[in-house]
C-alpha cells in the first residue's frame, strides 16, 4: 500500500458526460500527479500540481482540467468524454525529498461507452 | 529532453532461471532511473530507483539493476524468476531540474516489458 488513495476504482459513463477523480497523496506530499494509461498511448504524464499550484503540464486534452484543493486532495474533471478517453488513470505523489520517486494510487479505471 | 526505451515488449522465463529486462535511457542531464512494477489489475509499485549514489541497486523481491552512463542503460536483473513475478515492468527516468537543479518534475515511462515465468 504506497499510502495514496484515489476514488473511485471503477467507472463506467458515457460519452458526452463529465466526471471527476479524486486522490488524496500521502500524508505529507504536497506534490499530486496525473498519468493516463491507455493500450495505445502506454503511460503519459497529464498533469502535476504542487502546494495547490499547478507546476506542469504534459499530454493533457483541453477537456481536462485538474486542481489541488488546500488540504492537498486533487481532482481530476474529465469533460465532453470520448471512447477514446476510456483508461486507467493514476494519482501519484511525491515528498520534496524524494529524488524523483513517485508513489503511485491504485487507479481508477475509466469506461466510456 | 528525456526518453526511455525498453527493448524487449514480451520476454519469457522459466521459474528457476535468471531474468533480465533492458532499458535504455536518453538524458541531457543527471537522471533519476526507476524500475517500476505492475501486476495484472494492480497499481503501480516501486521497485528500485537510482538516483546518483551507487551504480548498482538493489530492489524489493531480489530484484537489481545496475546504472551503465557509458552504455546509457539501466537493466533489471534477477538471479532466480518465481512465479508471483509474472508482470508487466516500467523503466522509467526523471531528470533533476528547477532552480539550483533541486527539483523533479514528470515521469517518462517506458513502453514496458511484459514477463512470463512458466513453471
Known amino acids: 500500500d504506497s499510502g495514496v488513495t484515489q476514488t473511485p476504482k471503477h467507472l463506467i459513463t458515457a460519452t458526452g458526460q463529465r466526471v471527476t477523480l479524486r486522490c488524496s497523496p500521502r500524508?505529507?506530499?504536497?506534490?499530486v500527479y496525473w498519468y493516463q494509461q491507455s493500450l495505445d498511448q502506454g503511460l503519459q504524464f497529464l498533469i502535476q500540481?504542487?502546494?495547490?499550484?499547478?507546476?506542469a503540464k504534459g499530454n493533457i486534452l483541453e477537456r481536462f482540467s485538474a486542481q489541488q484543493f488546500p488540504d492537498l486532495h486533487s481532482e481530476l474533471n474529465l469533460s465532453s468524454l470520448e471512447l477514446g478517453d476510456s483508461a486507467l488513470y493514476f494519482c501519484?505523489?511525491?515528498?520534496?525529498?524524494?529524488?524523483?520517486?513517485?508513489?503511485f494510487g491504485p487507479g481508477t479505471r475509466l469506461l466510456v461507452l | 529532453a528525456q526518453s526511455v526505451t525498453q527493448l524487449d515488449s514480451h520476454v519469457s522465463v522459466s521459474e528457476g532461471t535468471p531474468v533480465l529486462l533492458r532499458c535504455n535511457y536518453s538524458?541531457?542531464?543527471?537522471?533519476?532511473l526507476f524500475w517500476y512494477v505492475q501486476h495484472p489489475n494492480k497499481g503501480l509499485q516501486l521497485l528500485l530507483k537510482?538516483?546518483?549514489?551507487?551504480?548498482l541497486v538493489k530492489g524489493i523481491n531480489g530484484f537489481e539493476a545496475e546504472f551503465k552512463k557509458s552504455e546509457t542503460s539501466f537493466h533489471l536483473t534477477k538471479p532466480s524468476a518465481h512465479m508471483s513475478d509474472a508482470a508487466e515492468y516500467f523503466c522509467?527516468?526523471?531528470?533533476?531540474?528547477?532552480?539550483?537543479?533541486?527539483?523533479?518534475?514528470?515521469?517518462?515511462f517506458g513502453q514496458g516489458t511484459i514477463l512470463t515465468v512458466h513453471p
Open positions: 501519484a505523489s511525491s515528498p520534496r525529498t524524494s529524488g524523483g520517486t513517485q508513489y
Open positions: 500524508s505529507g506530499d504536497l506534490s
Open positions: 500540481y504542487y502546494n495547490g499550484e499547478e507546476r
Open positions: 538524458s541531457s542531464y543527471s537522471p533519476s
Open positions: 537510482y538516483t546518483s549514489a551507487a551504480t
Open positions: 522509467v527516468v526523471n531528470i533533476r531540474g528547477g532552480a539550483g537543479g533541486t527539483s523533479y518534475g514528470k515521469l517518462t
